[in-house]
């Protein structure tokens, strides 16, 4: 399916922070774009504040000045709903409430040519319902912008029951010619992103409530560790906690009280409190005068240990910590291998031993689980880092029996390595092993039940939230058995449905145990 000709035009209703990005964009693409919004005045402004974007664009060198100077010829605004009759896509992007949009398309439906395309840019509406009282439903889809418009690559175009597919290849292809990532998504409560990114959410919440750490250092962890551009508590204080908060809410409504989706009483406290985060000057940090200065937990000095070693259970390929080991040995240690611990379970994953101390990646449980399943009672696990070669922080957890002799020996093990190593208290899965774990089982839930495919939502959680990596291509990078593994073993700890396993998981794993992947390589 081709794109809509540049020569069409684009109507774009509602004027604020959204509607004016996609006006931008469009317009920027070459088309002639009208720009409506009920408040007086405020079309007209918004394109005045356009213009001056494009000519920051062009002070930086990133737009020719003719470029700009006919882009923002190409805007209009215009004062009613019926100078956009002329318009082959309308794109709404106004207040999001059912009712309000319901209205709007009704009006659009005896305005537009019947060829029109008519496009929401909800966020969290069923684009089934806004279709469902016009007279041709299946001209309708969802085009969901990511703000800033202009900035953030991805589309989500979302088809509803009724959406023709034509319709939604049309404006997937025009997404594209505007110069963004689109992907399609069927219409189910939080489409792809909202609903594949609670987890970074709620896991943090969860992991501060049962104090693992304090926020600033889970922060850290997660950027530092894990590659994530902005921690969850930092995000999270970012978007406004009354936001994020109603969102969370919005899905777990939806989805009739799925526990995954169930919000954190510590959120709802900050909600109370009206610590809302930046716009507040107060959330899970403090903001503006007297702010002060975040401090991230880190271990002291620990002394060197002279020999580290590596064991490896044929049953388990070695794919994870090959890169730990790598690490290793650039920092000049020579790691010698040597057979797993006696009484290991079969499929135990690969240990690193320095001084007595006996440390694995986390699969899920807690050290002190670990290490009385192992009969080893100088146990640590660390967490899941995303770039062994780069990362500049690694967490640590160890058992409740653990020497302090054999823990110190691991710290200085990944002190030598180049890392800055933090303790977090013992919970099961430890922080971006759970977090990313559960994003990996989401998005397959989502591909599972047809709400996107598997390089939609990696594409989308990429693109939409700048993840560092898609969370099946994560899986795909950790393995899925050890995904796998590690739900099964969150599972059982909290013995909640929070943390079933997604069938396509299970599938992928019962297919091929130990080297499923949802990607070709």
Known sequence: MEALARESVVAVIGSGAMGSGIAQVAASSGHQVRLFDTRAGAAANAIVEIGKVYAKLVEKGRMGAAEADLARERLQAVNTLGEVKDAALVVEAIVENLDAKRTLFAQLEDIVDARAILATNTSSISVTAIAAQLRHPERLVGMHFFNPVPLMALVEVVSGLATDKAVADTVYATAQAWGKDPVHAKSTPGFIVNRVARPYYA???????????????????????????????????????????SVTQSVHAAYYGDQRFTPSVLQQELVNAGFLGRKSGRGFYRYGADAGKST?????HAVRPQTVGISIAREVTSSVLSPMEARLSSAGFTVAHREPLQGAEKHEAPALHTNGAAIFLTDGRTATERAAANNHPNTVVYDLLFDHAKATRIALARADQCGEEAYQAAVGLFQAAGFEVTRLDDVPGMAVMRTVAMLANEAADAVNQGVCSAIAVDIAMQKGVNYPRGPLAWADTVGIHHIVTVLANLAATYGEDRYRVSPLLRRKLAANPFGARFHAQ
């Open 203 to 245: 896991e943090a919440l969860r992991l501060l409530q049962e104090g693992a750490a304090d926020a600033p250092t889970l922060d850290a962890v997660m950027r530092e560790c894990g590659g994530f551009r902005m921690g969850p508590f930092e995000l999270m204080d970012l978007i406004g906690h009354d936001v994020n908060f």
């Open 296 to 300: 991230v937990q880190t271990e002291p």
